[in-house]
């Protein structure tokens, strides 16, 4: 920023793994995209290559393993005090490959993002590309969306498609559509630090207008 002072917009990123994504959010808030500070890190895994992307960007870090812990909910409840600590205004999932529990969903409601790599609301759940090739599918894509008890069922908010060709294996597919969340999450995450994504009784709402079922499509010509 212009003044030096660091915005006061605070987001906590969790990741198991490599941090692509991170990255994505780490360069949208240096270069004022989104007007937030990522105030912690946090990964379920040790020694992945998100936390390097943390740590080379000055951001604290954190490491809490869930094999640490007897049952989900230890694992979690240690997770939302450490998270609280940092008094986020935004979690953000950035590739978190765990289930969480609705008590620990129901503590963030409403300021609680993911990004899943497939057109919700279909393939819900693992190894949505295989699926999407399998089904004979045209396109892919990825979708952000708010995150409820119900898992990858919460309300869409921004969606990018890619197209399906027939030579396309899971990989190929999901190199493309990292490509398109390296867009999309940084945008949604605009939105709510700007103020204008909400989300209220199991429906997410842009500048007070309710965004239908698919969550708004990413047009890549202009980019909202
Ligand atoms: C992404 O494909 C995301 O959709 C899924 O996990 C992957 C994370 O990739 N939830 P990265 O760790 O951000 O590179």
């Known amino acids: 920023m212009s003044t030096g002072q660091k915005p006061t917009f605070r987001i906590v990123v969790l990741i198991s793994g490599s941090g692509s994504n991170l990255q994505s959010l780490i360069d949208a808030c240096h270069n004022n995209q989104i007007k937030a500070q990522i105030t912690a890190v946090i990964s379920n895994k040790p020694s992945v290559k998100g936390l390097d992307r943390a740590t080379a960007a000055n951001i604290p870090t954190l490491v809490i393993d869930h094999r640490d812990f007897s049952s989900r909910q230890k694992f979690d409840q240690h997770l939302l005090e450490a998270i609280q600590n940092f008094s986020p205004d935004l979690v953000i999932l950035a590739g978190f490959m765990r289930i969480l529990t609705s008590d620990f969903v129901s503590q963030f409601e409403g300021k609680l993002l993911n990004i899943h790599p497939s057109l919700l609301p279909a393939y819900q759940g693992l190894d949505t590309h295989q699926r999407a090739i399998d089904a004979g599918d045209s396109k892919a894509g990825t979708t952000v969306h708010f995150v409820t008890p119900e898992l990858d069922g919460g309300p869409p908010v921004l969606q990018a498609e890619v197209a399906i060709s027939p030579t396309d294996g899971p990989q190929d597919l999901a190199a493309r559509v990292l490509t ?45």
């Open 180 to 224: 398109m969340e390296h867009k999309i999450y940084p945008a949604a995450a605009q939105w709510f630090c700007d103020g204008r994504l909400t989300s209220q009784n199991g429906k997410a709402f842009l500048d007070g207008v309710v965004i239908g079922k698919n969550g708004i499509l990413f047009d890549i010509n202009n980019e909202h």
